[in-house]
């Protein structure tokens, strides 16, 4: 059994659980906004034994203790039961289920894709540049700060060669990086309302890596030919991107990258230099790849079939017992 916590709309989810059926594997998704209103959850302990069953909103069936692999792509936010309208209730029903599934993922042993604890602090940006200094990958100089006068400092020094960013962006609230401009430049006071993140700009080509086990998939995406150069999201269509290579040495930091996070799955963002040198950018443990893949034919949804499957061992072949003769025979031999 291969679980999939994700939402329905996911074609990132549904790429691989197309591989996956056609592997013959039993996957399933499981979107975690049906809980509690149309699924449940239901945790055992009896003596020694114990048990843990998803019971979802199609009325499929789930013991969680077979399960080989979890995928932990893009779990959604709980939605409570229309009856729960007070806040304060509200705030309590859903911190009981958060405590109640952040209980359970601890207590389960399959691969994890990633795993829940581990991806939520590799998501973490300050600590995403600190473990990649400490295993030798170059950074951008980099203020995180609600402190103004830091902030004009920093910039300032770095001159017009600085970028600001947020720790997060959604479809909702969206958020790209951008340089720093004039008109920016006047605006310091409002960084007393949050920490923003200022970078110095490295000049050059985008690399996003994405990393699944052991196998890294590169590709570069020339941002500096599309319409915005800054962050190639804001013109992916006009990017031209294809697959590329990383030199050994960068190889062999990303993977200490990724074991020191403790990850399977991540996509990174380098920048690479005129001159040939990759800088790390960050890291999303639950990055998307299928625009990667679509562009490059690289084969990175079969790559994460893979590795769900990589605990699936086949049933070996049963054997014919030799005669008794026989052992006597090796018996004497030896």
Known sequence: MILILSTRSDTHAAAVLRVLAARGAD???????????????????D???SSAELSLADGRRIDLHTCTAIWWRRPQPFVLHDQVQRATHRNFAYNECLEAFAGL??????????HPTRDEVAARKAFQLRIAQGVGLRIPRTLITNDPVAARVFAEALGGRCIYK????????WR??????????????????????????????????????????????????????VDFRMDMMHARTEATTLAPETEGKLRAFMRRLGLVYGAIDLRRTKGGEDVFLEINPSGQWLF??????????????????STCAPKPTPRRMPRARHLTRVSAAS
């Open 105 to 114: 993922w601890q207590t389960l042993e399959p691969l994890w894709i990633n």
């Open 166 to 173: 947020a720790f997060s962006a959604t479809v909702t609230e």
């Open 27 to 45: 996957a399933v998704l499981a979107d975690l906004s049906d809980f509690p209103r149309a699924a449940t959850v239901a945790m055992r302990y």
């Open 176 to 229: 790209e990086t951008r340089l720093l401009g004039e008109r920016e430049r006047g605006q310091f006071d409002a960084v007393r309302y949050a920490p923003v993140i200022f970078q110095e700009y490295i000049e050059g080509t985008d690399l996003r890596v994405t990393v699944i086990g052991e196998r890294i998939f590169p590709a570069a995406i020339h941002a500096h030919e599309s319409r915005y150069q």
């Open 292 to 309: 990667i893949e679509e562009r490059t034919k690289q084969p990175i949804t079969e790559a994460l079939a893979d590795v769900c499957l």
């Open 47 to 49: 003596g020694g034994a």
